[in-house]
């Protein structure tokens, strides 16, 4: 594995259903974020975790949920999937934070349709 | 967390020198100035990032006057693969004070033509 990984690449997922979307770093980067990303709208923060053990919400937290149990993962989870939930989903994990705004580094994706 | 403001689009040719300026009012003292790059069905990518002045590295130069209230991203002799969303971000240094939140906004969509 080389920085970020997500998993599914895509995913049609019916409403009301529960869906887990998986993120995994090997930098042993301390922060992680989920953001979402929808048409004309940039880039939206969902949750984000400043280090293992520890999250926060951002933006759009509402219908969503993560964990942090180790450095490296930082699942996403929608408990009960709505429409409005299609987006494309991006994690991004950066350094513990300094003196300086840090670097984000991006997975490539997830691109998630409820139907 | 400072607003940032920037062109919703801007069109190019190859081989010309594009800047694309950000304007971010309510910068505050701790806040550094940060541009990343999208291309189509990808993650963001970052560029460049700055506190003052002028910063310059092998993809671009940022340049930011002394108030500090916007900055000006600058490509050189931008190509076809150049084309993609630029955003500008004004991020709190102090990561775990209080929840820290990074906004992209809608960015610039840049088109370079032949």
């Known amino acids: 594995i080389a920085g970020i990984t997500q998993a599914p690449t895509s995913q049609i997922l019916a409403a009301g259903r529960r869906m887990t979307l998986r993120c995994t770093q090997d930098m042993r980067h301390n922060a992680m974020y989920w953001y979402r990303q929808d048409l004309g709208l940039g880039l939206r923060l969902i949750h984000y975790s400043n280090t293992a053990g520890t999250t926060g919400k951002g933006e759009v937290p509402d219908g969503y949920s993560v964990s942090r149990a180790n450095t490296d993962d930082f699942p996403l989870t929608l408990a009960s999937a709505v429409p409005s939930q299609t987006s494309v989903y991006f994690c991004?994990?950066?350094?513990?934070?300094?003196?300086?705004?840090?670097?984000?580094?991006f997975g490539p994706g997830t691109r998630l349709t409820v139907l | 967390l400072a607003k940032t403001t920037q062109p919703i689009s801007m069109d190019s040719y190859e081989g010309q020198e594009v800047n694309i300026t950000c304007s971010h009012n309510n910068i505050a003292t701790n806040d550094y100035i940060t541009w990343y790059q999208q291309f189509p069905s990808q993650g963001p990518r970052f560029i460049i990032q700055g506190y003052k002045t002028k910063v310059t590295n092998e993809v671009a130069s940022l340049f930011i006057p002394a108030d500090r209230k916007s900055s000006t991203l600058s490509l050189p002799r931008v190509s076809l693969s150049d084309t993609a969303v630029y955003y500008c971000l004004v991020g709190d240094s102090r990561l775990f004070t209080g929840g820290f939140k990074t906004i992209f906004g809608a960015g610039t969509r840049l088109f370079v033509k032949a």
């Open positions: 991004a994990s950066s350094e513990e934070g300094t003196s300086r705004y840090n670097e984000q580094f």
